[in-house]
């Protein structure tokens, strides 16, 4: 199976609230990436993981949290979901010696009201 | 100042007939590209992905170039059909894990 899979592919949330949004494979890829995507604009790096050792972005590592308790599980968590939050939420792995082959999820599109 | 740049910014094409996308870059070290499709409101799928100078792929109906001493890469479609409508990016990724993505052509495919 060389898929990825995102749960949930829609999600709604209330302002304030937390989201947890689920990424897997089993492709054995020890690199896992999340974006976020909003239209009209380039996908953005948020965070990946290389094995164990997460790497968030410096423009965002105060606004989300990841963890990845195995190595075909990451998920994505948002401690207080704003209006500006909303947006197309992308994951991707790959191997980290061969990042040029990173294999997307189809996304979880998150509405915050 | 942006550093990958594609053209047009957007293009209609007839059912059937050929068209090219354009990818111009400025990332140094520039490790590979990629180009994805995007259909609208859903996730990016991989089309092709060039790695060395004067690569040159194919998949079905795309095939793409790149040209590392331009900094340049072009995507062909052949005989497109109206599925073939969607934004297609072009992304390059540098040696430290970061990539570098264009905002994308929109191509419309009329019948």
């Known amino acids: 199976d060389t898929t990825v899979k995102q749960n949930p592919r829609y999600k709604l949330a209330r302002v304030g609230k937390p989201v947890n949004l689920i990424c897997s494979q089993t492709?054995?890829?020890?690199?896992m990436y999340w974006y976020q995507k909003k239209p009209n604009q380039a996908p953005k790096l948020l965070l990946f993981y290389y094995d164990k050792i997460l790497n968030r972005e410096a423009d965002t590592f105060e606004k989300f949290q990841s963890s990845r308790p195995n190595n075909s599980f990451c998920s994505l968590y948002i401690g207080s979901a704003g209006l500006e939050y909303s947006a197309m939420y992308l994951c991707?792995?790959?191997?980290?010696?061969?990042?040029?082959?990173?294999?997307f999820g189809p996304g979880t599109r998150l509405t915050v009201l | 100042k942006t550093q990958v740049e594609q053209s047009p910014q957007s293009l209609v094409v007839r059912q059937g007939e050929n068209c090219v996308l354009q990818c111009n870059y400025s990332v140094t070290p520039d490790n590979h590209l990629r180009w994805f499709k995007q259909d609208t409101g859903k996730g990016l799928v991989s089309l092709t992905v060039l790695v060395h100078e004067n690569d040159k792929t194919s998949n079905g109906r795309y095939s793409a170039t790149l040209d590392k001493d331009a900094k340049h890469s072009t995507l062909h479609i052949t005989a497109t059909l109206l599925d073939d409508t969607a934004t297609y990016i072009c992304?390059?990724?540098?040696?430290?894990?970061?990539?570098?993505w264009g905002s994308g052509t929109k191509l419309i495919i009329k019948p």
């Open positions: 992304v390059v990724g540098d040696s430290n894990y970061q990539l570098i």
């Open positions: 991707a792995s790959g191997l980290g010696n061969n990042y040029a082959e990173q294999f």
């Open positions: 492709m054995n890829h020890d690199t």
